[in-house]
C-alpha cells in the first residue's frame, strides 16, 4: 500500500492563495492570476513567501484590492451599484428563495435601518410601514376567525408573540443576517446597518404619543383606550426623545414577561436597538415583497416565516378570579351555575394529597383539575373550563377574508362571530 506524503498537504496549506473568484479589475496591472500559475512554482516558492512576510503571503505577487473611492467612503449608506457585487446579499437572496423580481438594490435598501441613513430615499423606513402593515393584518385576521372568542388582551399577546420585535428577531437571525460594527458607505451591503445611538424618531408607526406618558401621570391603560391610542400591540408609543420605543412584553408559562435570553448584544439599550433593527428588516423585506411580486407572493412568504412558527396559546392566559369569572359566564349563555364536585382522590391525610376536581353545569362538565387541594384543584378546574370556552375553534384550516382576494375563490362562508368576553370587575 504506498504511504501518504503528509509534507506535501502541509506545503500546500502554506502557499494557499486568496479566492479564485476575486475580479481581476481589482488586482494591480501585471500582476499574475493563481490559477495561471505553474503548479511546480507552487511548490518551490514556499520558502520565498516565508522570507518575505510574516504570514506566509507574497503581498508583491498577490496585491491587496484597491481601496473604494473616497465618494463611496462618505456616503452613510452602500450606493446602489455595490449591491450587484456583494456575495454576501447574493447568499441572502438565495438561502430565502426569493422571487427573481426582487432585485438585490432592493433587498440591500432593507438592510439600511434610518437610523445610519436619515434619506428616506435609501432607508427601510417606508417599505417596513408597509411590511409592518401587511404582517399585522394576516396574523390578525387568522387569530380572529381561528379563535374567535379570544380576550382583546390575548389577542395583542399572540400578534406580538408572532409579529412583535423579538420574533422577528429570532427570524431574522434565522435567516443569517449580520450586522455591521458600524454603518457607513464602505460596509458590505449584505450586512444590516443601524446606529446605536437610537432610532430615527421620524419613523413612521401606528397610534398616538399620549399626554400621560410624557408627563409621566398615572392613568388607567384600559382595553378600549389601548384599542384607540395605542400601538397594533396594545402598547404605550412614546415620542422618540429617547430613542428606544416601548419593549413588547412576552408571556410566558406563568403569564409573567421576559426579556429574551439569546441575545448577544451589550446592555439593555444596544439589545433593544438591535431587536428594533433586525425586526424592521424583516418588516422592510415583506414591504419589497409586496412591492415588486404582489399579494399573492407576499401572503405566501408571511404564512410561510411568520405565521408557521409554533406557539401555545393557553400559556398567555392569566385568570385573577377564575370561579368568579366563569360563573359570569354561566349567567350570561344562559347556563345553570358552575358546581364543583369532587370526582377523586388519594392520600388526604399524607405529605402530597392529590385531588381532583370537576366543574358542572348541570349534567355538562365543563372542566376538569388534580391539585394538592381541594381550594387549588377548584381554581384549576375553572381555569380549564374557561380556556376551553376561550380557545374555541372551528378548525385548523379555516378560511380568511383575504381568501376572497384570488381570483376563482368560491362563495365566502360567514366566519363565526363571539358576543365578546367575559369582563370581571
Excluded at 451591503?189 to 398616538?208: A, H, I, T, V, W
Excluded at 381568501?403 to 370587575?425: C, K, N, Q, T, Y
Aim: overall charge neutral; aromatic content about 8%.
Amino acid at each position: 500500500m504506498k504511504r501518504l506524503r503528509l509534507d506535501r498537504w502541509t506545503g500546500q496549506l502554506l502557499v494557499a492563495r486568496p479566492p479564485t473568484s476575486t475580479p481581476l479589475r481589482y488586482a494591480r496591472p501585471g500582476a499574475v492570476c493563481a490559477r495561471l500559475a505553474p503548479r511546480r512554482q507552487q511548490s518551490t516558492a514556499i520558502a520565498t513567501q516565508l522570507s518575505t512576510s510574516s504570514d506566509g503571503f507574497d503581498y508583491d505577487r498577490f496585491p491587496p484590492l484597491e481601496p473604494l473611492p473616497p465618494t463611496a467612503t462618505s456616503l452613510p449608506s452602500p450606493t446602489p451599484d455595490r449591491a450587484l457585487k456583494s456575495a454576501r446579499l447574493a447568499a441572502l437572496h438565495a438561502r430565502l428563495s426569493l422571487p427573481e423580481k426582487l432585485p438585490l438594490q432592493t433587498l440591500a435598501r432593507t438592510l439600511v435601518d434610518s437610523s445610519a441613513d436619515e434619506n428616506p430615499q435609501f432607508n427601510n423606513s417606508n417599505l417596513a410601514f408597509v411590511g409592518q402593515t401587511l404582517i399585522n393584518y394576516h396574523v390578525a385576521e387568522w387569530l380572529m376567525v381561528r379563535y374567535p372568542r379570544l380576550p382583546m388582551a390575548i389577542l395583542w399577546a399572540a400578534m406580538a408573540a408572532y409579529s412583535g420585535p423579538a420574533p422577528l428577531f429570532q427570524i431574522a437571525q434565522s435567516w443569517g443576517v449580520k450586522s455591521a460594527a458600524a454603518p457607513g458607505g464602505e460596509v458590505d451591503p449584505g450586512l444590516l446597518q443601524f446606529s446605536l445611538e437610537g432610532l430615527n424618531p421620524s419613523d413612521r408607526k401606528f397610534g398616538y404619543s399620549r399626554l400621560e406618558v410624557e408627563r409621566k401621570h398615572k392613568f388607567r391603560h384600559s382595553i378600549s383606550s389601548g384599542v384607540i391610542f395605542d400601538d397594533d400591540y396594545g402598547q404605550l408609543i412614546f415620542d422618540g426623545k429617547t430613542g428606544v420605543e416601548q419593549k413588547e412584553p412576552t408571556a410566558d408559562e406563568n403569564g409573567g414577561d421576559q426579556t429574551p435570553s439569546h441575545m448577544s448584544y451589550g446592555d439593555e439599550k444596544t439589545r433593544l436597538l438591535a431587536e428594533q433593527a433586525h425586526a424592521k428588516f424583516v418588516r422592510a423585506l415583506v414591504g419589497s415583497i409586496y412591492a415588486h411580486c404582489g399579494r399573492d407572493t407576499v401572503r405566501a412568504f408571511i404564512k410561510s416565516h411568520v405565521m408557521s412558527r409554533t406557539l401555545d396559546i393557553s400559556t398567555l392566559f392569566q385568570f385573577k378570579s377564575p370561579t368568579r369569572e366563569l360563573a359570569m359566564l354561566c349567567e350570561r349563555e344562559d347556563f345553570e351555575p358552575p358546581i364543583a364536585r369532587l370526582l377523586s382522590e388519594t392520600g388526604r391525610h399524607s405529605r402530597t394529597p392529590v385531588f381532583v376536581v370537576g366543574i358542572f353545569s348541570g349534567k355538562d362538565k365543563l372542566g376538569e383539575a388534580a391539585g394538592p387541594s381541594l381550594d387549588a384543584a377548584r381554581w384549576k378546574a375553572a381555569m380549564n373550563a374557561l380556556k376551553a370556552w376561550y380557545l374555541y375553534s372551528p378548525g385548523e384550516h379555516v378560511r380568511v377574508p383575504s381568501d376572497m382576494l384570488v381570483s376563482d375563490a368560491r362563495p365566502w362562508e360567514p366566519a363565526h362571530i363571539d358576543i365578546g368576553e367575559v369582563i370581571s370587575f
